[in-house]
């Protein structure tokens, strides 16, 4: 086997940038200046998780190896799964590989207290096919573990190089919501779902608990090549008390204003909170409990004054999408989180705010004709047939 590092790191689609450590390759969904100035640890990790992050090339070779370090947080006395990957050959998607050589960081989130089991890196192969021809072949990364690519390797003589663009490049931005680390394989986030199922150029920057209207994160959707823009917003406002109703307005219509400084004609869709039970009539910050189920942090009635519910959330974005809609910007749609998402579904809401696996795709069968199908924004043409997509 050789090694292919450097082109191969030439296929990679669905990241902002990349950093290079001493012994591999970090892929980021955010950008390096926004990672500076806030020096988050929660942040920078989750910015590591390659959520809707793949190879996507072109390749002689049969099989591929890929090197990797990854790492997974836990809550305490949680079984640790593998980590999946996911393989596409021309279109046709193969079985998960799963490794279950990941560092385990298990967090409590009562106390804070940390336990690290270090483990050493991982190699995982991925077989596509006895002969040498060429294939059209996606690796699609992991969407819970921070992944450190540290090689790539093919048969002596082989070699690869980038795939044409699979389509239009919808960049998605959002929280956890988005990023799915519960879903089950990497194509099976709502996203992926959807953007395979349109024959989309998927840059997911989901990111757990950072969806915050941050300024340098509007700088790096308005710099991109957008053809569509989603904005999923208002769920980690609430769960970090981030904001309240007068620093929520003038934060959302800046983020917006930054995006179309880049974007005066690109459609733009907001997808407001979908549903989360403890959080819809009380205000945040939200935590979780012994039970791992979310809930809300009573505070004194007097304190109550601007704090953001969930309703109320929805309410201002409603209207003020609204109001620019009314001021001439007919691009800028809405979607209410509810619909993707509502209160008959919450059988898939095992901790009371993330979906489960059934859960995502029953949020990718909703959104699809809604941005995407005939009536959308966005009408598309290619990929999967929408009638293919189940609806759990």
């Given amino acids: 086997m050789q090694s292919v590092l450097g082109p ?13 450590g001493p012994s591999g390759v970090t892929l980021h969904r955010s950008p390096d200046a926004g990672r500076a100035q806030l020096a ?5 990790f989750n910015s590591a998780v390659p959520s809707g992050v793949r190879f996507d090339l072109l390749t002689d070779a049969t099989d591929i190896e890929l090197d990797v370090r990854l790492t997974v947080v836990l809550p305490p006395d949680m ?3 593998g980590t999946v990957f996911d393989l596409v050959v021309d279109g046709e998607l193969r079985e998960p590989v799963v490794t279950t ?3 385990l960081i298990f967090l409590d989130p009562v106390s804070g207290d940390l336990e690290t089991r270090p483990a050493g890196p991982a190699t995982v192969r991925f077989p596509l096919g006895p002969d040498s021809r060429e294939r059209h072949v996606e690796i699609w990364l992991p969407v819970a573990s921070t992944l450190e690519l540290l090689d790539v390797r093919v048969p002596n003589g082989a070699s690869l190089r980038p795939a044409p663009a699979s389509g239009p490049l919808w960049v998605h931005h959002g929280s956890s919501i988005s990023q799915c680390a519960e879903a089950d394989r990497p194509t099976g986030t709502w996203p992926a779902i959807v953007a395979r199922s349109a024959g989309l150029s998927l840059l997911n920057l989901g990111l757990g608990g950072q969806c915050h209207l941050d300024p340098f994160m509007a700088r790096a959707v308005r710099d991109l090549p957008a053809d569509t823009i989603s904005l999923e917003l208002g769920i980690n406002v609430l769960n970090a008390d981030s904001m309240r109703e007068r620093a ?3 934060a959302f219509h800046g983020f917006l204003d930054t995006i179309r400084d880049g974007h005066q004609d690109t459609p733009i869709l907001i997808i407001t909170p979908i549903v989360c039970p ?15 189920r979310v809930h809300t942090v009573h505070r004194p009635a007097e304190l109550a004054m601007g704090a953001l519910t969930l309703t109320r959330i929805r309410e201002l974005l409603a209207q003020h999408v609204e109001q620019r809609r009314k001021d001439g910007d007919d691009r800028l749609r809405i979607i209410d989180g509810p619909a993707l998402f509502g209160p008959e579904d919450i059988a898939d809401l095992p901790d009371g705010l993330h979906p489960n696996a059934a859960g995502y795709a029953r949020m990718a069968a909703r959104f699809l004709p809604l941005w ?11 990929g999967m047939p929408l009638d293919r997509v189940e609806v759990p």
């Fill in 8 to 20: 191969a790191l030439e296929c990679v689609v669905g990241a902002l940038g990349r950093t290079t």
């Fill in 372 to 382: 995407f199908g005939e009536t959308g924004a966005f009408p598309v043409e290619r």
């Fill in 79 to 81: 079984p640790a799964g």
């Fill in 101 to 103: 050589r990941q560092s």
């Fill in 248 to 250: 929520f307005v003038p």
């Fill in 40 to 44: 988050d640890s929660a942040f920078e």
């Fill in 278 to 292: 403890a959080a819809e009539s009380r205000p945040g910050p939200t935590l979780a409990g012994p039970d791992l």
